[in-house]
Each structure stands twice: as structure tokens, then as C-alpha cells.
């Protein structure tokens, strides 16, 4: 036979060592310092918390390109965190910057009213499980490039023969397209050998969305 289980609550309060509601939901059950009762043995029970380890932000943020944040957690899953989006505009005459939440979604696309402006990125726990607030906060490393993507590819293909006027046509084209490895493209040397191009177009941020595109 299995042995029974049973749990109690630890501590040295009113409740300590009675038994709790077999009912209750493991988020609420599960205590620092209760006791987990199995047969004849006692264990105390030590809880993991739920904790935001690190968030990575792309380097190259734009108007009309999606951010998508990196999130490192432990011991809770992303459906259990909260998000929030604010711009931080410049400082005014005062010295004071100005915040906006823009978004309280996932991901973040941002508009032209972003340009020139910082995005500040903050995590935090669901209210059913909120220890302190806000358990992470990043921004972005710069602020939000005012100038427009340049997709110098959509140019291209605009003039080449098979254009758009053409799709309709009983003709089938094959593109193939070989792609710096991401690698290469931040080397040192990569630098000085792709001097001609915009070190920002060289940033895996702005070659995801362009590749995306």
C-alpha cells in the first residue's frame, strides 16, 4: 500500500503543525518551512522562487521592426509574467524625462512616434504570484533609430525582368541567396573587409528583420 501523505504547516505560528486543506492549489500549499509528511518520514520544504534571470534587447531598434525580447527565467513560465513597454522621451528644460507605457504585450513593435526615444522593456510576476514588483527591467542600448529601414533588395527585384507585372505568366524564377554567417559579420576582420557597409546594417538585429522580409 502507498504510504499517506500528508501536509502541514511549519513555522511556529497559530497554524504550525496542523494540517492543511487538502484542496488547496500547490502555489498556495507549498510554504517555506511546511512539512511534507510521507509514511512515517518528514521533510521540510524549501521552494524554488520564481526569479527573471536576464533579458537581452536587440542592438538595432527601429521604427516597423518587431522587438522581441530574450528572457532567461527559473522555476516560472512565461505565461505567469506580466510585460510593460514605456518610452522614455528626452529630458525637458527641467531635467526630467518623460515616460509613456506604449504597450503591455510580449513584443513590442514600435512607430514613428518612437523615433529618437529610448524603449524601456520591464518583467514582472502575475499578481498570484508577485513577491515584490518588478523582478527584472532592461532598456534598450540606444535610442529608437529615427531612419527608416532601407530594404535595398525590394529595389532589386522591382527591376529585374520577372518583375511584378510578369507573376501572372506561365514563367517560374528560383532565387538563391548566400548569407553571412553571423559570425562573420561581427569578426574584426569582417569589419574592415565589409567597411563600405553601415555597421548597424552588419548587426544581427537588422539582418533578422531584413532576412524576415
Not at 504550525?16 to 509528511?37: C, M, S, W, Y
Not at 524554488?48 to 518587431?66: S, Y
Not at 529615427?146 to 532589386?156: H, M
Request: net charge negative.
Amino acid at each position: 500500500d502507498n504510504p499517506p501523505v500528508k501536509l502541514r504547516h511549519g513555522g511556529d505560528g497559530e497554524l504550525a503543525g496542523q494540517l492543511k486543506e487538502p484542496g488547496t492549489a500547490n502555489v498556495h500549499a507549498f510554504r517555506n518551512g511546511d512539512i511534507l509528511e510521507i509514511g512515517d518520514e518528514q521533510f521540510i520544504i524549501t521552494v524554488n522562487p520564481p526569479n527573471v534571470l536576464g533579458i537581452r534587447m536587440p542592438n538595432f531598434v527601429a521604427p516597423g521592426m518587431l522587438v522581441v525580447p530574450s528572457i532567461q527565467t527559473e522555476f516560472i513560465a512565461e505565461k505567469d509574467l506580466v510585460f510593460e513597454w514605456r518610452r522614455v522621451m528626452a529630458e525637458d528644460e527641467s531635467g526630467k524625462s518623460c515616460k509613456e507605457i506604449v504597450s503591455r504585450e510580449r513584443n513590442y513593435t514600435p512607430t514613428r512616434e518612437d523615433a529618437g526615444c529610448r524603449l524601456v522593456f520591464s518583467v514582472a510576476l502575475c499578481a498570484a504570484l508577485a513577491v515584490d514588483g518588478v523582478i527584472a527591467k532592461t532598456a534598450t542600448t540606444s535610442e529608437v533609430d529615427s531612419r527608416p529601414l532601407k530594404l535595398g533588395f525590394k529595389t532589386r527585384l522591382q527591376s529585374l525582368p520577372c518583375s511584378a507585372h510578369q507573376a501572372n505568366s506561365d514563367k517560374l524564377r528560383i532565387v538563391t541567396y548566400n548569407i553571412l554567417a553571423d559570425m562573420y559579420s561581427t569578426d574584426r576582420m569582417a569589419r574592415q573587409m565589409y567597411d563600405y557597409c553601415d555597421p548597424k546594417a552588419l548587426d544581427s538585429s537588422y539582418r533578422d528583420i531584413v532576412l524576415g522580409q
